[in-house]
């Protein structure tokens, strides 16, 4: 953790009552809970200097298949996403409280390295973001940040290509510029470098949101084909492709709450809270 970095209080051992309430409080409504959690969330709170942007936020992300995180804009979205791999240690400002596990480990956790733990969960931007080099250096930029710069790197490059759905259209041109490519190969050229360092999560903040509806629609079916293998992460203002992707849902609302957190389907056909089912019928945005 850097001097600037984000501050840790663990909460979630705490047997004081008060605070079992407190967290009670903040529940959010569904089934925050699963079986097959491998990443969870214990009364996790966000600053930014003094304001906050997240509200004790408690939820299990299961392993494998699409958790979507929705809600209107400001209310944490990307913060929670951020929290998840530590992406938020690089903003001055930010601080986090409370417990967020990753195989029951405290990501927070002083011991944790925060570089080896982005390895393990790898992110996807909003923007097309691919480095000013080759499309195969693209891909094998994360394996030699690990050091696996050996004979294999290659067969890596190539099978992450692959897993991308970009393989067949670049396979002639990999020493062409990543930059040379349309928005939606650059956006699957950095999906392909998000896993060639094979990680277990996907978090992805609105990867189509800067595509055309061909594009998007191929983003789609690669997160879908994706969450077969990994657990994927992804924020979207989008709810039809929220509805249309994912297993679970989160519903964050106004202030940095998490206000509802279930299956999908349950989510869109009959939600638990009135707030969420005036958000999704659009009665508000
Ligand atoms: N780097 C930052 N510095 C200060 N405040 C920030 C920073 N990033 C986000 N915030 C604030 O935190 C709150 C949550 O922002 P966040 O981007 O997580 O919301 P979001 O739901 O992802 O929004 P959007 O859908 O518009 O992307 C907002 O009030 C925002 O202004």
Do not use: W
Not at 37 to 62: C, K, T, W
Not at 109 to 135: C, H, T, W, Y
Not at 140 to 158: I, N
Not at 191 to 204: H, K, Q, S, Y
């Amino acid at each position: 953790m850097t001097a600037n970095g984000p501050q840790t209080v663990t909460t979630s051992e705490s047997s004081d009552s008060t605070a079992d309430a407190a967290m009670a409080d903040n529940a959010p409504l569904g089934s925050p809970r699963v079986d097959d959690a491998v990443i969870e969330s214990r009364n996790l709170d966000v600053f930014y200097g003094d304001d906050q942007a997240l509200h004790g936020i408690d939820m299990d992300i299961p392993e494998r298949g699409v958790t979507a995180l929705i809600g209107p804009s400001g209310c944490g979205k990307s913060t929670f996403l951020r929290s998840i791999n530590r992406m938020n240690d690089l903003i001055d400002v930010a601080r986090v409280e409370g417990d967020l596990h990753f195989h029951g480990k405290n990501v927070y956790d002083e011991d944790v390295d925060p570089v080896a733990l982005r390895r393990k969960i790898g992110m996807v931007f909003q923007k097309p973001n691919p480095f000013p080099k080759s499309i195969f250096d693209n891909v094998a930029y994360g394996l030699r940040v690990q050091g696996k710069d050996d004979g294999d790197v290659e067969a890596k490059v190539q099978t992450a290509l692959e897993r991308a759905a970009l393989f067949e259209e670049v396979e002639d041109q990999l020493d062409s510029s990543g930059l040379d490519l349309s928005g939606g190969q650059q956006q699957r050229l950095c999906i392909a470098r998000a896993i060639a360092p094979d990680p277990e999560v996907i978090l992805m903040d609105e990867p189509a949101s800067a595509l055309d509806p061909v594009a998007t629609s191929k983003i789609e079916d690669l997160v879908e084909e994706l969450a077969e293998e990994y657990t994927v992460v992804i924020v979207t203002h989008n709810m039809q492709q929220a509805a249309r992707i994912s297993d679970k849902t989160a519903v964050f609302l106004t202030g940095g709450n998490l206000v509802e957190f279930d299956d999908t389907n349950k989510i869109f056909n009959n939600p638990e809270s009135d707030r969420v089912e005036d958000y999704i019928t659009g009665k508000f945005g």
